[in-house]
């Protein structure tokens, strides 16, 4: 049995809010301010702006620790709390007199871990980017109609099921093959290696669909993995990473040749939708129809005329008769005129080759007598006619200077009208000008 009541008169009795004041002062003078780690657990924020969620254990201990912060904490927070997200926290603990509930009042919130993950993912990022591997021009277009199409996911995971569902909504006739892989945790990055390898060994689909559900940075961590990343830009198969949410952007979206922001949209974008082909195939089967109907009736009416036009031949012989008389009378009345003008033409330059030839005759006879008169004053008898004589040495060579003579000396002269021989007696050089100025 419990212990019995003590007389009023020896025993100290406690009010409700008295006693939560004071277990409320002991918090505080206990833990002034302290710093605690978890997992944000139904998160929301009210009109005022104040915050109110639970604080879970990370490591999955069966432990919870309510939370409030207010509006101006708030605002100071760099990024936006969400449901999953492991995060530090700093304040003091609290007692919220109306339920009695023990609280955590936040000063200050921030990502646990993630900071020097970014950083990581960053310097990681601007280094493979360097090295060209998200360069767009080395991205490859998708096959337009995939008939057989690998996902690389987890078998426990929504992803693969969401891809599925997608895939046999939109286009049924496409064969799936799943390559089963971790998608977190150390061993990870591994295990997507080999099911990227054992794809492109295998190469029996067209494309590949990298995908995994949401999840924090730390979940996502695996598919920033170097290795993987160099293995998806180096792929033969052609790969659309769907990762995580629509904000969630990992380096293995980078490199991959198409990102989706979900693997359903990985789906979607691998596959064209199975109504919009049955009426672009409807459409063109109307186009078909359309053009051979256009083109077999201008057939017919190109049989019809050439039928009509066998059925009366003695009309296009008729035809072609007529056109021969035609050009025939055409003929006889042109070439009497083309004659007519030949002979004219003919008669013309008879008359001016006549004009012309005396004309030239006496140009030429003009010509030669010139020529004749040149010739002749270049004779050379005339010039000894004039009293000069040649001379030469008896041998042919002609004498032009008295330095070719010497006293005694037999010469051979022509004259006008014969010739000499003659024999030098003195020989006497001409004065030059210079010597004669000198004397």
Known sequence: MGEPFKPASTRLSWGVAALLNAVSDSLQARFAVVQVEGELSGFTRAASGHCYFSLKDADGA?????CAMFRRAASLTDFAPADGQR???????????????????VEAMRRAGAGALYEQFLRLKARLEAQGLFDPSRKRELPAFATRIGVITSLAGAALHDVLTTLARRAPHVQVIVYPSLVQGAEAPAALLQALAQANARAE????LLCRGGGSLEDLWAFNDERLVR???????????????????TLADLAADLRAPTPTAAAELATPSRA?????????????????????????????RAALRLARPSDALARQRR????????????LPRLQAMQQQKLQHLEQRWRRALPQALQHQADR???????????????????????????????LTSVAQLQPGQDLHAVLADGEAQLRVQTVKPARTRRASKAQ
Not at 87 to 105: C, D, H, N, S
Not at 323 to 334: C, D, E, N, T, Y
């Open 231 to 249: 293995a998806i830009a180096e792929s033969a198969l052609p790969v659309v990473c769907g990762v995580g949410h629509e904000t969630d952007v």
């Open 62 to 66: 069966a432990a919870m620790l309510r």
């Open 323 to 334: 056109r021969i008389a035609l050009l025939a009378q055409r003929w006889g009345q042109v």
């Open 205 to 208: 689909v067209d494309l590949l």
């Open 368 to 398: 030669l007598q010139t020529l004749q008169a040149r010739l002749a004053a270049l004779d050379p008898k005339q010039v000894l006619a004039r009293g000069y004589a040649w001379l030469d040495d008896g041998q042919g060579r002609a």
């Open 87 to 105: 995060v530090e926290l700093r304040g003091r603990l609290a007692l919220y007199e109306p339920r009695g509930e023990l609280q955590f009042i």
């Open 276 to 304: 919009a082909c049955m009426d672009q195939l409807a459409a063109l089967a109307r186009t078909l129809m359309r053009r051979m109907d256009q083109r077999l009736d201008a057939h017919a009416q190109r049989l019809d």
